[in-house]
Nanobody, 124 residues
Framework: QVQLVEAGGGLVQAGGSLRLSCLAS????????MGWFRQAPGKEREFVAA????????AIADPMKGRFTISRDSAKTTVYLQMNSLKPEDTAVYFC?????????????????WGQGTQVTVSS
């Protein structure tokens, strides 16, 4: 079991930045690839970013490329999502997720462990 706790959400103006963090605890968290997803009101949950166990491989969804960056600390217990040039359409609840799969994945069904989510609101 892995427990995930997100932090760092809030209200920001368009063009601003936020950094989300996801603290993972439990069994050998370095054995888990991590992902960020988001869900806007009335919309399906969608992939945002993923990072491998080592942190050496990352993936960012196309709408966020060039604006969002995913990273994890050297202890592999915390994953970050740096969000720059935020737009009102980035408003959503952002979720951290973990998977024991050996490769990164953008599919929700591949992630058995989820945090409670953190709200990000971008005003125009």
């Amino acid at each position: 079991q892995v427990q995930l706790v997100e932090a760092g959400g809030g209200l920001v103006q368009a063009g601003g930045s936020l950094r989300l963090s996801c603290l993972a605890s439990g069994r050998t968290v370095s054995d888990y690839a991590m992902g960020w997803f988001r869900q806007a009101p009335g919309k399906e949950r969608e992939f945002v970013a993923a990072i491998s166990r080592s942190g050496g491989i990352t993936a960012i969804a196309d709408p966020m490329k060039g604006r969002f960056t995913i990273s994890r600390d050297s202890a592999k217990t915390t994953v970050y999502l740096q969000m720059n040039s935020l737009k009102p359409e980035d408003t959503a609840v952002y979720f951290c997720a973990a998977t024991s799969m050996r490769w990164i994945t953008r599919f929700i069904a591949d992630y058995p462990y989820w945090g409670q989510g953190t709200q990000v609101t971008v005003s125009s």
